[in-house]
């Protein structure tokens, strides 16, 4: 079973705009990973965030965790055709080592 | 340096033949994970090794399943009695070691499709 849920699951925007997309689960967690999917293959890795942080950045993404709520967001600001893909949240339990997907956000930005 | 390289890219076969999935991970490290993902889904976990010993296979669906590590490098997933419904995409991943925080990183993937 999957622990995290995305929302929205497609998001379409023109270049040069901001994308956020959410992302929730349901246990206690050691840390939130998103990653990145082009074409339905390799993961690559965006950013991590742990438990005891809410806010971090790198480059044009800014990820929040909100533990309280059990979510997290992550913002792409500035989107170029090549952010054209499916973003995955992937949480890690606490003194676990799998990391649970969710379903993912498929983002496509128009030139 | 060489990243998370999986072989073949593709995998087509007829239903109840066996396969072989590869795995090279990236040098060094001793944390290596398979995960399977079907189409419009996330991941899903199926084994972790660490070293040559799989530490946890739960997420393995049933006994057509196996993979080994010998040498605690490559791996390889064997899938025996294939059925239509192992038809997804089979992800490897490995890590430097598992202090629950070290990144995963992933292969490209191999597609297996059951005819």
């Known amino acids: 079973s999957q622990q995290g849920e995305e929302d929205p699951q497609a998001l379409s925007i023109q270049e040069g705009e901001n994308a956020t997309m959410n992302c929730s689960y349901k246990?206690?967690?050691?840390?939130l990973q998103w990653y990145r999917q082009n074409s339905g293959r390799g993961l690559v890795h965006l950013i991590l965030?742990?438990?005891?942080?809410r806010e971090k950045h790198s480059g044009r993404l800014r990820v929040t965790l909100d533990t309280s709520k059990k979510s997290s967001s992550l913002l792409i600001t500035a989107s170029r055709a090549a952010d054209t893909a499916s973003y995955f949240c992937?949480?890690?339990?606490?003194?676990?080592?799998?990391?649970?997907f969710g379903a993912g956000t498929t983002v496509t930005v128009r030139a | 340096g060489a990243g998370v390289s999986q072989t073949p890219s593709n995998k087509v076969t007829e239903k109840g033949k066996y396969v072989e999935l590869r795995c090279d991970p990236i040098s060094g490290h001793t944390a290596l994970y398979w995960y399977r993902q079907s189409l419009g889904q996330g991941p899903e976990f199926l084994i972790y090794?660490?070293?040559?010993?799989?530490?946890?296979d739960s997420g393995l669906p049933n006994d057509r399943f196996f993979a080994v590590r010998p040498e605690g490098s490559v791996s390889t997933l064997k899938i025996q009695r294939t059925e239509r419904g192992d038809s997804a995409v089979y992800l490897c991943?490995?890590?430097?070691?598992?202090?629950?925080?070290?990144?995963?990183?992933f292969g490209p993937g191999t597609r297996l499709t059951v005819l």
């Open positions: 991943a490995s890590s430097l070691r598992t202090d629950y925080t070290d990144t995963q990183y």
């Open positions: 992937a949480t890690l339990r606490s003194n676990d080592y799998k990391l649970s």
């Open positions: 090794f660490q070293g040559t010993g799989a530490a946890d």
């Open positions: 246990t206690s967690i050691n840390n």
């Open positions: 965030i742990r438990s005891n942080e």
